[in-house]
């Protein structure tokens, strides 16, 4: 198994511009979830799927924008780039036999984008 | 709402010291898991433990330690005999039963000198 896999690794985006993160996940796991990372900061949760066609908004949704049409991927959408959502951003997913509150997340390695 | 607290920004010491990492958190669900996670320089994030609630026992991991205190809220983590490769960002999170989000504190930085 590949794990969790984001692409790109880097983006630099400017202001308005707009573009999507991929994730993907080839273990079958219905929990998906979308985090960024600010400078020295801890991790804020901007959205999260429970299954295919279901998603929900976490902490900071704002100028995000998500999609899960399948188990496997869970790409993240930014419409008009602003300096605010530069940031390093994780996907992460959690085992089906152990969704429960003390599942461990799987996180993918991060994508670092900025916007000038 | 769930908040979990790491008031040690950055800590530095020299290798082969012991170290610990403070995490206290609060939460108004009597049933709820913890977690520590490490992020090395090269930035991914590595899942080192996961306590649930009721398991108020320590747990050791070779130079890993950990001190779950709910009377203080409080879930340590202290790493013994300190080495240069310890150094990265930890984070300690709070998940409760009653929800899916899983809270992170803002991390501390621990840099082990040679």
């Known amino acids: 198994n590949a794990g969790v896999t984001q692409t790109p690794k880097f983006r630099i985006l400017k202001i308005g511009q707009s573009m999507t993160l991929q994730c993907a996940q080839d273990m079958n796991h219905n929990y998906m979830y979308w985090y960024r990372q600010d400078p020295g900061m801890g991790l804020k949760l901007i959205y999260y799927s429970v299954g295919a066609g279901i998603t929900d908004k976490g902490e900071v949704p704002n100028g995000y924008n998500v999609s899960r049409s399948t188990t496997e991927d869970f790409p993240l959408r930014l419409e008009l780039a602003a300096p605010s959502q530069t940031s390093v951003y994780f996907c992460?997913?959690?085992?089906?036999?152990?969704?429960?509150?003390?599942?461990?997340?799987?996180f993918g390695p991060g994508t670092r984008l900025t916007v000038l | 709402a769930q908040k979990v607290t790491q008031a040690q920004t950055e800590i530095s010491v020299v290798e082969k010291e012991d170290v610990t990492l403070d995490c206290v958190y609060e939460t108004r669900d009597t049933t709820y898991y913890l977690f520590w996670y490490k992020q090395p320089p090269s930035g991914e994030l590595v899942f080192l433990i996961r306590r649930n609630s009721f398991d108020e026992q320590n747990e050791i991991s070779g130079r890993y330690s950990w001190n779950f205190q709910k009377s203080t809220s409080s879930f340590n983590f202290t790493i013994t005999a300190s080495q240069v490769v310890d150094s990265a960002v930890y984070f300690c999170a709070l998940r409760e039963t009653s929800g899916s989000r899983l809270t992170f504190g803002e991390g501390t930085q621990l840099t082990v000198n040679p």
């Open positions: 992460a997913s959690i085992p089906n036999r152990d969704r429960g509150p003390g599942a461990e997340q799987f």
